[in-house]
């Protein structure tokens, strides 16, 4: 993989990561997909001619593998593996889900980056970090979630200024409303009314095409070019808490 253009997709096996694997590679990318469902991602990289790595990101180990699979020299890393766990008010929230939400979309997230940075910097790369407009403000039972995102965010902007003179790039897409086929589903632990009522009078929510699009757009900017930080909702979200429903 030496003379290719390197890209690593977390959570490539549905939804914005498999959309954004996709795109990277008609850019031209051999991209590395990285999760935990094995046969999707071997149907994935078939598909794109990338490279699948079963993967949990909250595995050291399966993360070392992931780095050592993705070589000496990435180009880009797109930190897409993330996920929301329930939706209680703190009062009787399940601690065990916001412990979980921590550890994947925040611990994980700085053991991913951490194991692929010397790669990063061999390469004057770019960082996309996915986070979510849940970092924008708190809503009702969002407690861990929009605290999750926001440290994940912060993560994004500390690493930045760390590495300011070493030529990579560290960039933020904060999507909105997408309505993708798991995402509500895993929160509301397989409840599919629930998750259907997430989306419910919307008229045309994001896709996680158009996420992966800005993914495409962001990495193609001349290297000196840094989208910092990339909001992005649907038209008829204003805001988390005022969305347009037509019924």
């Not at 993560?155 to 990579?168: C, D, S, T």
Request: hydrophobic share 50%.
């Amino acid at each position: 993989m030496a003379d290719k253009k390197i890209a690593v997709v977390t959570g490539a096996s549905s939804g914005i990561g498999a959309a954004s694997a996709e795109v990277l590679a008609a850019a031209g990318f051999t991209v590395v997909c990285a999760a935990r469902r094995a046969d999707r991602l071997e149907a994935l990289a078939a598909r794109i001619g990338g490279i699948p790595v079963v993967c949990d990101v909250t595995d050291p180990d399966a993360v070392a593998n992931l780095a050592r699979v993705a070589g000496d020299r990435v180009d880009v890393l797109v930190n897409n593996a993330g996920g929301a766990f329930g939706q209680d008010p703190v009062a009787v929230a399940d601690m065990a889900d916001w412990q979980r939400m921590f550890d994947l979309n925040v611990i994980a997230t700085g053991r991913v980056t951490q194991a692929l940075l010397p790669a990063l910097k061999a390469a004057t790369g770019t960082i996309v970090f996915i986070t979510s407009t849940a970092a924008e403000a708190p809503y009702e039972g969002g407690a861990a979630y929009c605290g999750a995102k926001s440290a994940e965010r912060s993560m994004a902007g500390a690493l930045r200024l760390e590495l300011n003179g070493m030529n990579v790039r560290v960039c933020e897409i904060s999507p909105g409303m997408v309505h993708t086929p798991e995402f509500s589903l895993v929160r509301f632990r397989g409840d599919q009314a629930k998750a259907d009522a997430v989306y419910a009078g919307v008229d045309e929510p994001l896709t996680e095409q158009d996420i992966a699009e800005a993914v495409g757009w962001v990495v193609a900017q001349p290297h000196h070019v840094v989208i910092e930080r990339m909001v992005v909702r649907p038209i008829a979200q204003a805001a988390n808490h005022k969305v347009f429903r037509t019924s």
